[in-house]
């Protein structure tokens, strides 16, 4: 149990161009989701965290404006980048996570990687 | 501030055992993760502790000392498949995982 799904898995798109990036949880309700970045050898940074039915809480540095977030249901959220730059080439990984008292493991997507040229 | 930190990289040999400590200081404590991470993948969920003791799970264990900040993962009967990274994770007052920048794993045969 517990699977989180992305899509797409890699995706390579033209500078100045928006991308969208679906991440569900197939087999349970995600209270919370998370959107992580990760460059070549660096760690996970968190990017924004989201709950159902409301505005995601940015990390310091992360231009809301530039990804959007939207958890539109508890079993799927979105990240689009907007106006991609080679910059933004990363790997992006969602995770999600019950929520309850019981467990707070996150559960992470299979990732993201994208390519901007 | 919140802190989290990990040897950067160890080596071990193929059978053998390695232990990879983590220290931790995080606003609030409601538990330690430790993930593993392929390259290039998504990281995988380990073992969780909040507790003080060993949990021990196959050829993985994890230890957690509350009182001193203080983790490790142990592997036991290392397999060349066990070169990955392996992140902890501080769970804080707000049920906000905190990352460690990861200890990359190398095993030689």
């Known amino acids: 149990g517990a699977v989180v799904s992305q899509h797409p898995s890699w995706v390579i798109c033209k500078s100045g161009t928006s991308v969208k990036i679906e991440c569900r949880s197939l087999?349970?309700?995600?209270?919370?989701m998370f959107w992580y970045r990760q460059f070549p050898k660096q760690s996970l940074m968190l990017m924004a965290t989201?709950?159902?039915?409301?505005?995601?809480?940015?990390e310091q540095g992360v231009e809301k404006d530039k990804f959007l977030i939207n958890h539109a249901s508890l079993t799927l959220s979105t990240l689009t980048v907007t106006s991609a730059h080679p910059e933004d080439s990363s790997f992006y990984i969602c995770?999600?996570?019950?929520?309850?008292?019981?467990?707070?493991?996150?559960?992470f997507g299979p990732g993201t990687r994208l390519t901007v040229t | 501030g919140q802190n989290i930190d990990q040897p950067t990289e160890m080596t071990a040999t193929e059978g053998a055992i390695v232990q990879i400590n983590c220290t931790y200081q995080?606003?609030?404590?409601?538990?330690l993760f430790w993930y593993q991470q392929h390259a290039g993948e998504a990281p995988t969920f380990l073992s969780y502790?909040?507790l003080d003791g060993l949990e021990e799970k196959g050829r993985f264990s994890s230890f957690l000392s509350r009182s001193k900040g203080y983790s490790y993962l142990l592997l036991k009967e290392l397999q060349m498949k066990d070169s990955a990274s392996y992140l902890c994770?501080?769970?804080?007052?707000?049920?906000?995982?905190?990352w460690g920048a990861g200890t990359k794993l190398i095993i030689k045969p």
């Open positions: 995770s999600a996570t019950p929520g309850s008292r019981e467990t707070y493991e996150q559960y």
């Open positions: 087999d349970f309700q995600a209270t919370t």
């Open positions: 989201s709950n159902e039915g409301s505005k995601a809480t940015y």
């Open positions: 995080t606003s609030g404590f409601n538990g």
């Open positions: 502790n909040v």
């Open positions: 994770a501080s769970l804080d007052s707000n049920y906000q995982l905190i």
